[in-house]
């Protein structure tokens, strides 16, 4: 990005002076990170919500054998 510096302030638009900073983003293309659909949202809080009881029956089976 290139900065550009004025010498002097520029002339006054309706009553008032300042000065106006322009960012313009480099023309690099830049990767998009990827944003999860609503169906991957799902199995991930399916599969979070089956590891509970998945854990107890493994748990329970488990303290059954001895």
């Given amino acids: 990005m290139e900065l550009i510096e004025l010498s002097e302030p520029p002339a ?4 008032t002076a300042g000065w106006v900073v322009l960012t313009v983003p480099d ?3 830049v990767a998009a990170t990827p944003v999860p659909t609503l169906g991957q949202w799902a199995l ?3 599969s979070a919500c089956m590891i509970g009881p998945g854990a ?3 748990r329970r089976r488990k303290r ?3």
């Fill in 64 to 66: 059954a054998s001895y």
């Fill in 44 to 46: 991930l809080l399916l």
């Fill in 27 to 29: 023309s690099r293309p």
């Fill in 12 to 15: 006054p638009i309706n009553g």
């Fill in 56 to 58: 107890l029956a493994l």
